[in-house]
């Protein structure tokens, strides 16, 4: 009697797959990374990726809206928002990897497509819905420039320094910016 084959946990396997593929899009763009180098990083074949998402656009999509997650910072609180953004960018144990997936993909035409379209749907629109008073959208997409240029020249491109006065003052610039967006009407 041969043993049982091994069952597989789809929803571990489809979470390894997105984390391999944001990673790889993080580091080396959509252009350059292949779904064997997914798949290998995820432990995993690659038609069987393939079986989850179908292409590498639709990986790519999908890698890209699981990682903006922006419903994990709109609380229901405004007060302080623009000072929780700043501490959860400046969290090092947080991997922050949607504005540099989205600045070494866009050279694609098919990824600059989806990153567009994964921006306005999956943040611009949310945070325009959070907010109050008028000029939403434009509001929103000012917080997401912001937000997605202080991650690059904090982490990917670290020009703030190593100063912490120098660091705490970008830190509080950024807080009261988009608060100060938050708060308009």
């Known amino acids: 009697m041969s043993p049982e084959p091994k ?20 580091e ?37 809206i699981d990682a903006v997650r922006i419903e994990t910072v709109l609380t229901p609180t405004k007060a ?5 953004l700043a501490m959860l960018f400046t969290d090092s144990e947080i991997n922050i990897t ?17 990153a567009t379209r994964v921006v306005s749907e999956y943040v611009i629109q949310p945070v325009a819905e959070w907010l109050d008073g008028t000029d939403k959208v434009a509001r929103a997409t000012e917080i997401f420039m912001l937000a ?8 990917q491109i670290p020009v703030i320094g190593k100063s912490e006065h120098k660091g705490r ?14 708060d308009a009407n």
């Open 28 to 64: 080396q763009g959509f252009s350059q990374t292949g779904i064997r180098d997914i798949a290998a990083r995820a432990g995993i074949s690659s038609p069987l990726l393939m079986r989850y998402f179908g292409s590498k656009a639709g990986l790519f999509e999908a890698a890209l």
């Open 169 to 182: 003052s970008v830190n509080e610039w950024l807080a009261g910016t988009v608060q100060a967006i938050v």
């Open 148 to 155: 997605t240029s202080f991650v690059m020249y904090s982490r």
């Open 98 to 114: 949607p504005p540099a997936i989205i600045a070494l993909s866009v050279g694609h035409p098919d990824a600059q497509e989806i």
């Open 80 to 84: 302080g928002f623009g000072e929780r």
């Open 7 to 26: 069952r597989r946990n789809a929803e571990k396997t489809k979470a390894s797959i997105l984390l391999a593929a944001q990673q790889l899009f993080a």
